[in-house]
């Protein structure tokens, strides 16, 4: 049997009502996202492992509750070390054992091992997971840019990783493999949106998900044919900072973040597209999901616009409510997964210590 190649793509606090097959009342048009669950089968009762970012991605690569780390509640603040553990497995991991090239582009935020000048931990005098927006700030100052940085997707598993690691965290700028691109000599402009660090010059927020785009399309239209490939593809998007560029003003009928959310659904055209020039849509295993539900914003979306991004489930992001962890879940699988198919059963999170030798069933990574 030929290997399919697997392409990831989670997107960051989408609400289950974003994607309109989800919610008839929806203000926003996906139709990418919906000719994608047209093609496949839609999970309608998918679930994130938490209804905030890190938990849910450590589990999404681990196949393990994040509460079984140290990470307790919350997530992780800048210079917070790497969370996944040295000799956790995760799937790029289980995927590369049986013959598959590995790839992340895009967010990260599950931590990382910086060096610093002093050669103390760089998270050192406050606890982890812990925000302190102030003491961050100055720690910052002592990380040594210039070393590599351990314990991010390179060291979990993946061949490549190119991304911004959190947008909306110093250090502002590009990282590639395990080093950062460009050295953030200067500090991000109080008018800004996002924490006060580190920024390279020239960096403009919305530059981030064209280029995290371009380089996912790039990265499948030069796959070789001798091995099958792993794309992980963490979106920056919907999350703040809402950065729509031009050509999605105006697109929606749900403000800025409506018009944000039509820059999602074009970035997952980008990939079907790519797949079908390349000729291997029909060997890909196409998934799209969101890490939790939507942000705190999506009540005044209501009131202003009607969109419920919580469609009609109760609860946002941070909640243990529905609408904070009920997510879209879509895959597509040609001749794997029955075109214009659902699922209504409800699929959870793993919860397993054993990690991945003992792989969830159904849609339990959403």
């Given at each position: 049997?030929?290997?399919?190649?697997?392409?990831?793509?989670?997107?960051?606090?989408?609400?289950?009502?974003?994607?309109?097959?989800?919610?008839?009342?929806?203000?926003?048009?996906?139709?990418?996202?919906?000719?994608?669950?047209?093609?496949?089968?839609?999970?309608?009762?998918?679930?994130?492992?938490?209804?905030?970012?890190?938990?849910?991605?450590?589990?999404?690569?681990?196949?393990?509750?994040?509460?079984?780390?140290?990470?307790?509640?919350?997530?992780?603040?800048?210079?917070?070390?790497?969370?996944?553990?040295?000799?956790?497995?995760?799937?790029?991991?289980?995927?590369?054992?049986?013959?598959?090239?590995?790839?992340?582009?895009?967010?990260?935020?599950?931590?990382?091992?910086?060096?610093?000048?002093?050669?103390?931990?760089?998270?050192?005098?406050?606890?982890?997971?812990?925000?302190d927006r102030?003491?961050?700030?100055?720690?910052?100052?002592?990380?040594?840019?210039?070393?590599?940085?351990?314990?991010?997707?390179?060291?979990?598993?993946?061949?490549?990783?190119?991304?911004?690691?959190?947008?909306?965290?110093?250090?502002?700028?590009?990282?590639?493999?395990?080093?950062?691109?460009?050295?953030?000599?200067?500090?991000?402009?109080?008018?800004?949106?996002?924490?006060?660090?580190a920024m390279?010059?020239?960096?403009?927020?919305?530059?981030?998900?064209?280029?995290?785009?371009?380089?996912?399309?790039?990265?499948?239209?030069?796959?070789?044919?001798?091995?099958?490939?792993?794309?992980?593809?963490?979106?920056?998007?919907?999350?703040?900072?809402?950065?729509?560029?031009?050509?999605?003003?105006?697109?929606?009928?749900?403000?800025?973040?409506?018009?944000?959310?039509?820059?999602?659904?074009?970035?997952?055209?980008?990939?079907?597209?790519?797949?079908?020039?390349?000729?291997?849509?029909?060997?890909?295993?196409?998934?799209?999901?969101?890490?939790?539900?939507?942000?705190?914003?999506?009540?005044?979306?209501?009131?202003?616009?009607?969109?419920?991004?919580?469609?009609?489930?109760?609860?946002?992001?941070?909640?243990?409510?529905?609408?904070?962890?009920?997510?879209?879940?879509?895959?597509?699988?040609?001749?794997?997964?029955?075109?214009?198919?659902?699922?209504?059963?409800?699929?959870?999170?793993?919860?397993?210590?054993?990690?991945?030798?003992?792989?969830?069933?159904g849609g339990?990574?959403?």
């Open positions: 049997m030929v290997k399919p190649n697997v392409v990831y793509i989670l997107a960051d606090d989408m609400g289950y009502g974003d994607m309109a097959c989800n919610n008839p009342g929806s203000r926003i048009p996906t139709p990418n996202l919906d000719r994608l669950a047209a093609q496949g089968m839609r999970f309608t009762d998918a679930h994130a492992p938490s209804s905030v970012c890190t938990p849910s991605r450590y589990a999404v690569l681990t196949g393990r509750y994040c509460w079984r780390t140290r990470l307790k509640e919350g997530v992780l603040w800048p210079w917070d070390p790497a969370l996944i553990e040295s000799d956790r497995l995760t799937v790029a991991e289980l995927l590369r054992q049986n013959g598959y090239r590995t790839a992340c582009i895009g967010k990260w935020h599950l931590g990382w091992n910086w060096q610093t000048r002093d050669g103390e931990p760089a998270n050192s005098g406050t606890g982890y997971g812990v925000f102030d003491l961050r700030h100055e720690l910052g100052r002592n990380i040594d840019y210039e070393k590599p940085m351990g314990g991010g997707p390179i060291d979990c598993g993946f061949d490549h990783y190119f991304g911004d690691d959190v947008p909306n965290f110093p250090p502002y700028t590009w990282f590639e493999q395990d080093r950062v691109v460009t050295e953030p000599t200067e500090e991000k402009p109080e008018g800004m949106f996002g924490h006060v660090g390279a010059p020239g960096w403009a927020l919305d530059a981030v998900m064209p280029e995290i785009t371009g380089r996912s399309v790039s990265y499948i239209e030069e796959s070789g044919e001798e091995k099958p490939f792993f794309l992980y593809f963490p979106l920056t998007a919907p999350h703040t900072p809402i950065v729509p560029t031009d050509e999605f003003r105006g697109m929606s009928g749900c403000g800025e973040y409506g018009d944000y959310m039509c820059e999602v659904d074009w970035c997952v055209g980008q990939v079907m597209a790519a797949l079908e020039r390349k000729g291997i849509a029909d060997n890909t295993l196409l998934l799209f999901a969101s890490d939790n539900g939507p942000e705190n914003p999506a009540y005044g979306h209501i009131q202003e616009y009607g969109h419920y991004s919580m469609a009609h489930l109760r609860g946002i992001k941070r909640d243990t409510w529905e609408g904070g962890h009920r997510v879209p879940f879509v895959a597509r699988w040609p001749g794997g997964i029955a075109e214009g198919s659902a699922c209504d059963q409800a699929h959870q999170s793993p919860g397993s210590d054993s990690d991945l030798r003992r792989l969830p069933r339990a990574a959403a």
